[in-house]
T-cell receptor, first 110, second 113 residues
Framework: RKEVEQDPGPFNVPEGATVAFNCTYSNSASQSFFWYRQDCRKEPKLLMSVYSSGNEDGRFTAQLNRASQYISLLIRDSKLSDSATYLCVVRPTGGFKTIFGAGTRLFVKA | EPEVTQTPSHQVTQMGQEVILRCVPI?????FYWYRQILGQKVEFLVSFYNNEISEKSEIFDDQFSVERPDGSNFTLKIRSTKLEDSAMYFC???????????FGQGTRLTVV
């Protein structure tokens, strides 16, 4: 089983749509969780950290289910500028290594 | 806003040559990283550096690679005897604390010919 697994997509959605991305991780000792976005040939940029109680930042909502080892990202009211690859990132407790999923590609169409 | 800076943005080198990729992490950060991303593939962890030593490394980070923090600001990745398959984007990242997020530099595109 891959350490961090994401649906590769691509997801093609119209502007204004709601889209959800899922991510599973294999190491139950994982402690810190993040969603990054990556534009083509650019560096990953932090979108949001993921907290146990779930958290929201504007149109973005992240959820964590430790029992199922599952993380999700919900994007509401999609914008053209949301088109990017969304990366699920996991770091184990006390560890330094940060593990990236392969990413889910999102295309938002006008 | 503080940022991680990397130089050069693009490096072309001949197979077998040595390259040094340079990074200036955010000044008060304590944890430093190098990642690699081959075109079209995932971001791969190479090495982490904390308290002036390597704290963790991946199986990719073999004797061909080394890292240094020669002074208080720079963090370098040296790749010896470069191979065609070393062609990739190399990202440096830094973070402040144990639970905090990492910030990435804009990357160095290494092309081995």
């Amino acid at each position: 089983r891959k350490e961090v697994e994401q649906d590769p997509g691509p997801f093609n959605v119209p502007e204004g749509a709601t889209v959800a991305f899922n991510c599973t991780y294999s190491n139950s000792a994982s402690q810190s969780f993040f969603w990054y976005r990556q534009d083509c040939r650019k560096e990953p940029k932090l979108l949001m950290s993921v907290y146990s109680s779930g958290n929201e930042d504007g149109r973005f909502t992240a959820q964590l289910n430790r029992a199922s080892q599952y993380i999700s990202l919900l994007i509401r009211d999609s914008k053209l500028s949301d088109s990017a690859t969304y990366l699920c990132v996991v770091r184990p407790t006390g560890g330094f290594k940060t593990i990236f999923g392969a990413g889910t590609r999102l295309f938002v169409k006008a | 806003e503080p940022e991680v800076t990397q130089t050069p943005s693009h490096q072309v080198t001949q197979m077998g040559q040595e390259v040094i990729l340079r990074c200036v992490p955010i000044s008060n950060h304590l944890y430093f990283y190098w990642y690699r991303q081959i075109l079209g593939q995932k971001v791969e962890f190479l090495v982490s550096f904390y308290n002036n030593e390597i704290s963790e490394k991946s199986e990719i980070f073999d004797d061909q690679f080394s890292v240094e923090r020669p002074d208080g600001s720079n963090f370098t990745l040296k790749i010896r005897s470069t191979k065609l398959e070393d062609s990739a984007m190399y990202f440096c990242a830094s973070r402040l604390g144990v639970e905090t997020e990492a910030f990435f530099g804009q990357g160095t595109r290494l092309t081995v010919v």
